[in-house]
């Protein structure tokens, strides 16, 4: 009894420190939070397409690195990303969203870590030899392999020798891609996780 009791005791104050940290955190409607280019995050929808607050990106592909202009504008990117990825919050002070957070708080800066993931949804026009355009769509989703996954040519595996998915940016998985280009004849899903396709299995 004595045991349970210091055990509890012991998750109450780390549940109390954990409660602590977050209520400290920095939030984008603070207006401390920059994006590494330098521009003050507000919330709602930014000029080159983030919408932070919501985790999405709506724009065009070439604005998506927060340079207005340059290669692929007449693509439109949707792009939709977890917490663990990045998050909506400043948590340990450095005055950019955290990424990560669950894995490294201390520096929260990398977006390798367990439950990140992202969507990317490309769709654009392709001109046919017939001259006329057509619409064409991709969609991907990528995500953070677990900590015991092995590469093997160029695809992640489970620990249990199940495959997840190509290998992507060296610790991330593509599960799903789909595409329907006319142009290219493709016409559906190009590739499906062995492991499921589903965000939340990761």
């Not at 060296?170 to 996780?193: C, M, R, T, W």
């Amino acid at each position: 009894m004595k045991k349970l009791f210091v055990i509890t005791l012991a998750l109450g104050f780390i549940l109390a420190i954990s409660n602590l940290g977050w209520a400290q955190c920095a939030t984008i409607k603070d207006g401390t939070i920059t994006a590494k280019t330098g521009e003050t995050l507000t919330t709602g929808y930014d000029e080159f397409g983030y919408n932070y607050q919501a985790h999405i990106f709506n724009g065009r592909y070439c604005d998506y690195d927060r340079v207005i202009g340059g290669s692929f504008c007449d693509v439109k990117l949707v792009m939709k990303w977890s917490d663990t990825w990045l998050s909506n919050k400043d948590c340990n002070g450095d005055g950019v969203l955290d990424r990560g957070y669950p894995c490294d708080p201390i520096n929260a800066s990398s977006s390798a870590c367990e439950g990140a993931w992202l969507t990317n949804h490309q769709s654009g026009l392709v001109e046919m030899p017939n001259g006329k355009f057509k619409k064409w769509t991709y969609f991907v989703k990528i995500v953070m392999v677990p900590d015991d996954a092995y590469v093997e040519n160029n695809y992640w595996y489970t620990v249990n020798g199940i495959e997840i998915g190509p290998v992507i940016w060296g610790a991330y998985a593509i599960i799903q891609q789909v595409s329907n280009d006319p142009f290219l004849g493709e016409h559906g899903i190009l590739y499906k996780s062995p492991a499921g396709p589903g965000l939340g299995k990761y």
